[in-house]
């Protein structure tokens, strides 16, 4: 099938847009009010997009509270959703009051963030604390002051990871069993089982390309 993505008449039960954009990584948004009221939202619109520094966006559908927050104060946080506190994120998405606790409506502990106000997700075995750097206003298909889609970008400016994921130097990211999103109602989630390595290609002499051998050399090409 084709079909034109304006016009969106897919002829399917349910847009299928989000469900071929998949896996998408979940930033778990932590804010604070001007009032001190804790701020807590998934949201998968979210990706780091720069490395040194280290930029994140993720993009509020509508004017939602983390933007608030964020807009009168810069700071947020993103913890890591795992597959351990799948059902604590999904609660924390609850469409509640500006001035809810959305850390204690999910029943979720904080712990302190060392150079931004708002706290991390304790459980969650990594988070980035984040510096507003910009907002980028896409418009709606119907205009009009507040229905525009809002990519806010971050510098992070404070990483914090759980120790025991930490092996060898390295960060163990399937076993901190991150989620990733898909379409409609559906989640993935990241396990050793479902994670390979690929080494990136090198030229050979005679001018074949194949993966480079031995260990990375922990290079970014
Ligand atoms: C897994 C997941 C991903 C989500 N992604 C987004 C997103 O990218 N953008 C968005 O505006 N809302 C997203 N939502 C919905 C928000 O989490 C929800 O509207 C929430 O109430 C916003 O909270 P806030 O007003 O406290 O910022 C997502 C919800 C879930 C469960």
Same mark, same amino acid.
């Given at each position: 099938?084709?079909?034109?993505?304006?016009?969106?008449? #897919?002829?399917?039960? #349910?847009?299928?847009?989000?469900?071929?954009?998949?896996?998408?990584?979940?930033?778990?948004?932590?804010? %604070?009010?001007?009032?001190?009221?804790?701020?807590?939202?998934?949201?998968?619109?979210?990706?780091? /997009?720069? @490395?040194?520094?280290?930029?994140?966006?993720?993009?509020?559908?509508?004017?939602?509270?983390?933007?608030?927050?964020? *807009?009168?104060?810069?700071?947020?946080?993103?913890?890591?959703?795992?597959?351990?506190?799948?059902?604590?994120?999904?609660?924390?998405?609850?469409?509640?009051?500006?001035?809810?606790?959305?850390?204690?409506?999910?029943?979720?502990?904080?712990?302190?963030?060392?150079? /931004?106000?708002? =706290?991390?997700?304790?459980?969650?075995?990594? @988070?980035?604390?984040?510096? #507003?750097?910009? !907002?980028? *206003?896409? =418009?709606?298909?119907?205009?009009?002051?507040?229905?525009? #889609?809002?990519?806010?970008?971050?510098?992070?400016?404070?990483?914090?990871?759980?120790?025991?994921?930490?092996?060898?130097? /390295?960060?163990?990211?399937?076993?901190?069993?991150?989620?990733?999103?898909?379409?409609?109602?559906?989640?993935?989630?990241?396990? =050793?089982?479902?994670?390979? %390595?690929?080494?990136? =290609?090198? /030229?050979?002499?005679?001018? !074949?390309? *194949?993966? @480079?051998?031995?260990?990375?050399?922990?290079?970014?090409?």
């Amino acid at each position: 099938m084709y079909y034109d993505s304006v016009e969106n008449k #897919h002829g399917l039960k #349910h847009d299928p847009f989000k469900a071929l954009i998949a896996p998408r990584p979940i930033g778990w948004i932590s804010t %604070v009010s001007d009032e001190g009221v804790l701020n807590l939202a998934p949201y998968s619109f979210f990706n780091a /997009v720069a @490395a040194r520094p280290n930029y994140v966006m993720f993009t509020s559908v509508e004017r939602k509270d983390s933007l608030r927050n964020i *807009e009168s104060n810069g700071e947020f946080t993103c913890s890591l959703s795992t597959w351990d506190t799948r059902d604590g994120m999904n609660t924390s998405s609850a469409p509640v009051d500006y001035l809810a606790d959305e850390f204690a409506l999910a029943n979720l502990e904080t712990a302190p963030s060392q150079m /931004v106000r708002p =706290p991390r997700v304790a459980r969650a075995p990594a @988070a980035l604390e984040c510096k #507003h750097w910009k !907002t980028i *206003e896409m =418009p709606d298909v119907t205009p009009g002051d507040d229905n525009g #889609h809002f990519m806010i970008i971050g510098q992070v400016i404070g990483i914090y990871i759980d120790d025991k994921f930490i092996n060898d130097g /390295v960060v163990n990211t399937a076993e901190m069993r991150p989620l990733a999103r898909m379409g409609y109602m559906d989640y993935g989630v990241i396990t =050793p089982e479902t994670t390979f %390595v690929l080494q990136r =290609p090198s /030229v050979q002499d005679d001018g !074949t390309v *194949e993966p @480079a051998k031995g260990e990375w050399d922990g290079v970014y090409r």
